[in-house]
């Protein structure tokens, strides 16, 4: 069984930065497809950017060039970096994890971000 554990969010000025993490553990991290969604209030949840076990990179086109995704495999960690932050950045953030073989498929708790001024 995997677990996740988001943290970094927080509340941020339009314009400004966070780094979100997500820490893995129960199996080995670099066979994982790893990924951030985020929720807003009343809408569905979405796709911010995912990271293959090769490194290969997507994401959504409303935080392409503001946002970077990253892995580090020896510290089972994810990364967001936001830049650039907007209102409409504000949501739950979560991390999600796929394991390439057994297509097992894992959520974390989630972390709040909200772009305020």
């Known amino acids: 069984q995997v677990q996740l554990v988001e943290s970094g969010g927080g509340l941020v000025r339009p314009g400004g930065s966070l780094r979100l993490s997500c820490a893995a553990s129960?199996?080995?991290?670099?066979?994982?497809?790893m990924g951030w969604y985020r929720q807003a209030p009343g809408k569905q949840r979405e796709l911010v950017a995912f990271?293959?076990?090769?490194?290969?990179?997507n994401y959504a086109d409303s935080v392409k060039g503001r946002f970077t995704i990253s892995r580090d495999n020896a510290k089972s960690t994810l990364y967001l970096q936001q830049n650039s932050l907007k209102p409409e950045d504000t949501a739950v953030y979560y991390c999600?994890?796929?394991?390439?073989?057994?297509?097992?498929?894992?959520w974390g708790q989630g972390t709040q971000v909200t772009v305020s001024s």
């Open positions: 990271i293959t076990t090769g490194g290969s990179t």
């Open positions: 129960g199996t080995t991290f670099s066979i994982l497809t």
């Open positions: 999600n994890a796929q394991n390439i073989y057994s297509r097992g498929d894992y």
